[in-house]
């Protein structure tokens, strides 16, 4: 089996590029950028990684950012993960990017979408990898401040296909971006939004990324299983949903493989996917692998799963068809 997710050509759809940041790149970042890091080893700083919950994980993942600093780190962590992701033989990845979490600390926007968008070049070139950026908005901020991203986004809009909305979802509902949302609509770009497993009023979040904002993807919506009205908007929609099974693990103790199980009966396009898998310490194989092990799905659901990620990307259909 570990050969046989090897060898297919994969897409991934939800990964965090600053989720991406190896212990090993850190330490070399923040000696180059003379950033203290309270650990003297990778191994040290792995090994406080304690992550129950997203509040618990989003501390560490925020506080690891500092180490980004100028547009060669941008490119540095960005070529990694496409470099890693190929070598996994993933051929097409959608690239979330949190750019309030850098702005906020001093660094321009320019500086990290240059960066991350000369890497995706140069991957596409020398690896083979297509990959697509998505501007994600940190849902803890103000509804200004992600305005004000969409913004500075828009001399760059060549280089984004979509945007989407991440970090802490507790009092943060979708409804508090519909303007953004819009906005970006008009634009053309795409619209996802994180509705993570068990937040707080999360079937209301699911229901209003939906009907309110009316989202072309859903990343997680696992929840979206206990109510027959969601399942049902969400087939007859066809949106995809990016669920990530080692991330859930940290939060609900199974890699949601029942889930899964559930959402490929009701034939729904789910889709398999590493969130951030520097710290959860598994990429997309893994994540692959370790969820059937857990729900034992056959080689032809395997494949199921990783055509749904190609049929909900967005890609043009005649590169879609491709892929397919
Ligand atoms: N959930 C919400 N926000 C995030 C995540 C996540 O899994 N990863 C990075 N930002
Ligand atoms: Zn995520």
């Known amino acids: 089996m570990q050969t046989f997710i090897q060898n297919i050509p994969k897409a991934e759809l939800h990964v965090h590029l600053e989720g991406t940041l190896e212990p090993e790149l850190s330490f070399s970042l923040a000696a180059k950028n003379g950033v203290d890091l309270d650990y003297k080893t990778p191994e040290e700083l792995i090994a406080a990684y304690d992550f129950y919950d997203l509040p618990s994980f989003l501390k560490i993942y925020y506080a690891a950012m500092n180490v980004l600093v100028d547009e060669d780190d941008f490119y540095q962590l960005t070529y990694a993960y496409l470099k890693k992701a190929s070598e996994q033989n993933t051929i097409y990845a959608e690239l979330f990017f949190d750019p309030q979490a850098h702005t906020s600390r001093g660094v321009s926007f320019d500086t990290v979408i240059t960066g991350i968008h000369n890497a995706q070049v140069a991957a596409e070139q020398n690896l083979g990898i297509k990959s697509q950026l998505i501007l994600c908005f940190l849902r803890d901020m103000s509804a200004e401040s992600a305005m004000e991203h ?171 068809q491709a892929y397919l």
């Open 150 to 320: 969409l913004e500075l986004a828009f001399p760059y809009q060549d280089w984004i296909v979509g945007v989407g909305l991440d970090s802490d979802e507790r009092n943060n509902p979708p409804i508090k971006f519909a303007k953004v949302f819009a906005k970006a609509k008009e634009k053309g770009l795409k619209l996802t939004m994180h509705c993570d497993v068990n937040q707080l009023n999360t079937l209301v979040h699911i229901e209003q990324c939906i009907e309110q904002i009316e989202v072309d993807r859903i990343d997680h919506g696992v929840n979206a299983l206990e109510s027959e009205m969601l399942c049902s908007l969400i087939k007859n929609k066809n949106l995809g949903l990016t669920v990530c099974p080692v991330s859930n693990q940290f939060v609900v103790q199974s890699l949601t493989s029942n889930e899964v199980h559930d959402m490929l009966e009701k034939d729904l396009l789910v889709t398999i996917n590493s969130d951030d898998p520097a710290y959860f310490r598994a990429y997309l194989n893994e994540n692959l692998l370790a969820l059937q092990k857990e729900g034992d799905f056959s080689q032809a659901q395997i494949i199921t799963l990783v055509e749904n990620a190609f049929k909900v990307a967005w890609l043009d259909e005649d590169l879609k």
